[in-house]
């Protein structure tokens, strides 16, 4: 079974920082997933990203997956109080479809 | 937008009782997956479902869990006999095909006494 890190646990930060997020494994995905979860509710998602090296970008937010396919970045601009949130990210391995969840970013955007 | 939907959004239950979490899956989904998550830790896969079976399912989903799709709409998930450790929030989700994205619901808190 794969093990996804997340760095940092927890990060606090003032509106108008910029911040990344990092999800790391030993292990190869065949697709990564990151999704924002608040509390008491179900996680939504955010970006998938299937191929090394890949980049996409949603407004503020950029998802960066690692050429082997091992890790992958959250890159936000501009923090926003709206950003606060349950940071996820999931794979899955090559022969299988069950993303495994990292433990998650916690963000909280100070006013 | 079509969502998942999933009811009640809360149950309380004495352990030892049977509870039924149900789920209305995106209606144009052939795939449907149990997922939960104990309090302060990482979304855990329980089972997947397909064309009226089990298709994966985790060391999680033992004898006293179990799915079914009883009609064209819902999809549920049985624990016969609560345990104190099963109160966690438990999380529907469904997708197009097995490699597709999956959209999850937003949950239901159980509570075990």
């Known amino acids: 079974t794969q093990l996804l890190e997340q760095s940092p646990q927890f990060l606090s930060i003032q509106e108008g920082e910029n911040l990344t997020v990092y999800c790391n494994s030993s292990?190869?995905?065949?697709?990564l997933q990151w999704y924002r979860q608040e509390p008491g509710e179900g996680p939504v998602l955010l970006v998938t990203?299937?191929?090394?090296?890949e980049v996409k970008k949603l407004k503020r937010l950029t998802f960066q997956f690692g050429d082997a396919r091992k890790d992958s970045s959250l890159h936000i601009t501009a923090a926003q109080p709206g950003d606060t949130g349950l940071y996820l990210c999931?794979?899955?391995?090559?022969?299988?479809?069950?993303?495994?969840f990292g433990r998650g970013t916690s963000l909280i955007v100070h006013p | 937008e079509p969502e998942v939907t999933q009811t009640p959004s809360h149950q309380v239950t004495q352990m030892g009782q049977e509870v039924i979490l149900r789920c209305v899956p995106i209606?144009?989904?052939?795939?449907f997956y149990w997922y939960r998550q104990i309090l302060g830790q990482k979304v855990e896969f329980l089972v997947s479902?397909?064309?009226?079976?089990?298709?994966?399912k985790s060391e999680i989903f033992d004898d006293q869990f179990s799915v079914e799709r009883p009609d064209g709409s819902n999809f549920t998930l049985k624990i016969r006999s609560t345990k104190l450790e099963d109160s966690a929030m438990y999380f529907c989700?469904?997708?197009?095909?097995?490699?597709?994205?999956?959209?999850f619901g937003p949950g239901t808190r159980l509570t075990v006494l």
């Open positions: 989700a469904s997708s197009t095909s097995g490699s597709d994205t999956q959209y």
């Open positions: 292990s190869v995905f065949s697709s």
């Open positions: 990203v299937v191929t090394g090296g």
């Open positions: 999931a794979g899955a391995e090559r022969g299988s479809y069950i993303p495994t």
């Open positions: 209606s144009n989904h052939l795939y």
């Open positions: 479902f397909y064309n009226n079976e089990i298709s994966e």
